[in-house]
């Protein structure tokens, strides 16, 4: 048996199961809830070889490989080891070191614009079914919107233009933003297009799928939790495939 797929098995056997919710008593009342209660879309495989770029304190890598029996995860951010230690203490360490237990790679200073060019990525070798930027962000603050729209639309394109080469003939990109202004004025779609790429779907993105998942800052944590916390803002997620490919997401 090949290693990589011995490692899928034996890291399948102790996948930790999401929380499980407290029963309803009433059965009718379980049946109604159930129904109207949407259903979370995953936009991967446990099986998929996935590259995630621009994490934060690395909760969301953590609960794929923890949660949803991801094994061949590529986690990645743009932060220096010491400097994502001091921005999210404790949980940045504490996140790094179960994916370092498990096998994961974890890379740090890795520009989603430069992937390409990446030679820890290089060093990888082959191509990945599933690349994912959850909240792509320049970080600063401003209160000149259009130069925001304009620097996150640089970030974007670039990222897409620094992708296409690292997916597998069937791979995709998944992109998640926060939905409304200004986010939507980044015309995420048009950007896509323009970098040769093309729209599969698109979908809400919920955070509570992902259990242990917290949206990080660019910034770093809030000062004694206090602040708005992202996971509980309205997401999308986009699909996006290089155009003339074919094959399922």
Wanted: charged letters at 25%; proline letters at 5%.
């Amino acid at each position: 048996m090949a290693k990589s797929k011995k490692r899928k098995l034996e890291h399948a056997s102790h996948v930790k199961q999401h929380p499980q919710q407290p029963p309803l008593k009433a059965a009718r009342r379980s049946k109604q809830t159930s129904s109207k209660l949407p259903q979370p879309t995953i936009p991967f495989s446990p099986e998929d070889r996935i590259l995630l770029i621009g994490e934060g304190d690395f909760s969301f890598a953590r609960s794929i490989v923890e949660y949803h029996g991801c094994c061949d995860v590529t986690a990645t951010c743009l932060d220096s080891k010491e400097e994502l230690f001091r921005k999210y203490c404790p949980q940045g360490e504490e996140n790094v070191r179960y994916l370092e237990e498990e096998s994961q790679m974890v890379l740090y200073g890795v520009d989603a614009t430069m992937l390409d060019h990446n030679k820890h990525l290089k060093k990888a070798g082959g191509k990945w079914e599933v690349i994912v930027f959850n909240f792509p962000h320049v970080g600063g603050k401003t209160k000149d919107v259009n130069r925001q729209v304009r620097f996150n639309q640089e970030l974007l394109v670039n990222f897409f233009k620094a992708s296409v080469p690292l997916l597998s003939e069937s791979g995709t990109i998944v992109v998640t933003l926060f939905e409304g202004e200004p986010y939507t004025l980044w015309n995420i779609r048009d950007l896509a297009r323009h970098s040769g790429l093309e729209v599969q779907r698109s979908f809400k993105f919920m955070a509570n799928a992902y259990a242990g998942y917290s949206h990080a800052r660019t910034l770093g944590n809030i000062e004694n939790g206090r602040g708005w916390k992202g996971e509980d803002r309205d997401s999308r997620s986009y699909i996006f495939r290089p155009k003339g490919r074919s094959g399922d997401a």
